[in-house]
C-alpha cells in the first residue's frame, strides 16, 4: 500500500495489479473503497474521488452507502422502461415448463391480456400501484369473482418476480392479506355457490340403460366415466399405455391427476366389457379416440350426449357426487375409501402420512358393488 495522504492509497497486488483504495473513518468504524483500476483512472482523477468522498465523511455520509444508492438508483431508471407486459411475458416464459401443460400458460396470458394489460399493460412496473390494480380488479369483483381472483393472484406473481429481478420497490399493491382485503370484499362474499347438477341414484341404474342404447364413443365415454367415477379430464385423457385389462387396473399418471399423485382405479366387469369392445377397434393411442386425427374426444362431447338424451340439467361431474350419495346412503364402506375412489386430496398432513397404502382392495369391492347397482336392469324401472 503506497499512501498519497487524504485517505488515498495506491494498491499493488503481489501480482502487480493496482488500484486506488479510500480509506476512512466514520462513526469509530475503520473502512475501504474501492476507487477503480490505476489503469483506468490516472492519479488526478483519484484524487478528485477521494476528494468527494473526504466532502462525503465531513457530512457524516458514508461514501460506500451513497455509491451503492447511486447504482440502485441507476438500475431502478433503467428498470423504468421495462413494462408491465413485459415482465408478465418473461414470468410466464420462466414458468410454464413447470405447469402441467400448455393451456396453463395460455390461460396466464388471456386473462392478463383481457383484464390487467388495458389497465397497465404498457405502464413501467415501477409505476403500478394500489389504484392500477383496483382499476383492473374492481369491474369483475363481483361480477367474476374466480376469474378475479385468478387475475388479482397473477399480478401479485408477476410484481414479485419484478421486485425480486430489481425491476421494482416498495410493497406488492396486489397483495391481498393486510393490503387488498382492506379494499375488497372476500370471494366467499361475493361467489354464488354453483353446485354440479347431480342425478338422484336411484335413479343411476334406469340412466345408464337409457345410455347404453345411445351411439358412439362419447356415450361410451360417459358409461366409462360414470362406473369409474372420475374426472372428465381424466377419463377423456385415457391412453391404453395406463390400461392392464388383464389385471383389470387402470394407471393414471401423476401428471394427469388434480392432486399430482398416481391414481389406481380399479375396473369392474362393465367397464372392462366397454374397454374390450373399443380395444378390437382401436387405432391409437387414446381409449376414446376424437374426430382430429391423435386427438381424443373434446370434453363437450359427453355433455352434447346429455343433451341428445334431454338431460341439460345434468353435469358430467355431478355422476360424481351421485357416486358419493349412493356410497354414504346405501352402503357401509368407509368416507376414507370413497374419498380415494373419488382421488381427492387428503387435507391433513397427519393422517396422510398414516394412510400409506391407497385401499386398493377395498376400493375394488366398492367399484364392483357401484357398477352392480348402476347396471342392475330390475332398478330400471
Not at 406473481?157 to 429481478?165: E, F, Q, S, V, Y
Amino acid at each position: 500500500m503506497y499512501g498519497d495522504g487524504g485517505g488515498l492509497w495506491l494498491q499493488v497486488t503481489g501480482k502487480g495489479a493496482k488500484s486506488w483504495i479510500f480509506r476512512f473513518t466514520l462513526s469509530g468504524k475503520a473502512r475501504e473503497m474501492g476507487l477503480g483500476s490505476a489503469g483506468t483512472f490516472s492519479l488526478a482523477e483519484a484524487r478528485d474521488k477521494a476528494l468527494s468522498c473526504r466532502k462525503l465523511c465531513a457530512e457524516g455520509i458514508d461514501p460506500i452507502e451513497a455509491k451503492r444508492a447511486q447504482m440502485d438508483q441507476a438500475r431502478l431508471e433503467a428498470a423504468r422502461a421495462i413494462t408491465f407486459r413485459q415482465c408478465a411475458e418473461a414470468y410466464i416464459e420462466a414458468h410454464k415448463a413447470g405447469w402441467r401443460n400448455s393451456k396453463h400458460a395460455a390461460q396466464w396470458t388471456a386473462t392478463l391480456s383481457t383484464y390487467a394489460y388495458p389497465a397497465f399493460g404498457e405502464l413501467p412496473v415501477q409505476a403500478i400501484d394500489t389504484g392500477f390494480v383496483m382499476q383492473a380488479l374492481q369491474p369483475i369483483w363481483t361480477a367474476k369473482p374466480e376469474t378475479a381472483t385468478r387475475v388479482r393472484g397473477r399480478i401479485e406473481a408477476i410484481l414479485d418476480w419484478a421486485r425480486t429481478h430489481g425491476y421494482r420497490r416498495g410493497e406488492n399493491p396486489a397483495r391481498w392479506k393486510g393490503h387488498l382485503s382492506n379494499l375488497l370484499p372476500k370471494r366467499s362474499r361475493v361467489q354464488k355457490v354453483e353446485h354440479h347438477a347431480a342425478l338422484p341414484y336411484a335413479e343411476v341404474s334406469a340412466f345408464v340403460q337409457a345410455l347404453d342404447a345411445q351411439p358412439g364413443i362419447a356415450a361410451q365415454a360417459l358409461a366409462f366415466t360414470i362406473l369409474t367415477a372420475a374426472r372428465t379430464g381424466e377419463a377423456i385423457g385415457a391412453k391404453w399405455s395406463e390400461f392392464d385389462l388383464e389385471a383389470g387396473v387402470w394407471t393414471v399418471p401423476a401428471e394427469r391427476m388434480k392432486a399430482h399423485v398416481e391414481h389406481r382405479v380399479p375396473l369392474s366387469a362393465p367397464v372392462l366389457a366397454i374397454l374390450k369392445t373399443l380395444k378390437e377397434a382401436s387405432t391409437g393411442e387414446f381409449v376414446f379416440r376424437g374426430g382430429r386425427r391423435g386427438r381424443p374426444i373434446s370434453n363437450m362431447s359427453m355433455l352434447m350426449t346429455l343433451r341428445r338424451m334431454r338431460c341439460e340439467d345434468l353435469t358430467v361431474h355431478g355422476f360424481r357426487s351421485t357416486f358419493r350419495d349412493w356410497a354414504s346412503e346405501s352402503t357401509h364402506f368407509p368416507s376414507e375409501v370413497v374419498e380415494m375412489a373419488l382421488a381427492h386430496a387428503i387435507e391433513s398432513k397427519v393422517e396422510a402420512a398414516y394412510r400409506r397404502g391407497d385401499l386398493f382392495q377395498k376400493r375394488r369391492e366398492l367399484m364392483d358393488a357401484w357398477a352392480a347397482w348402476a347396471t342392475d336392469p330390475r332398478r330400471s324401472g
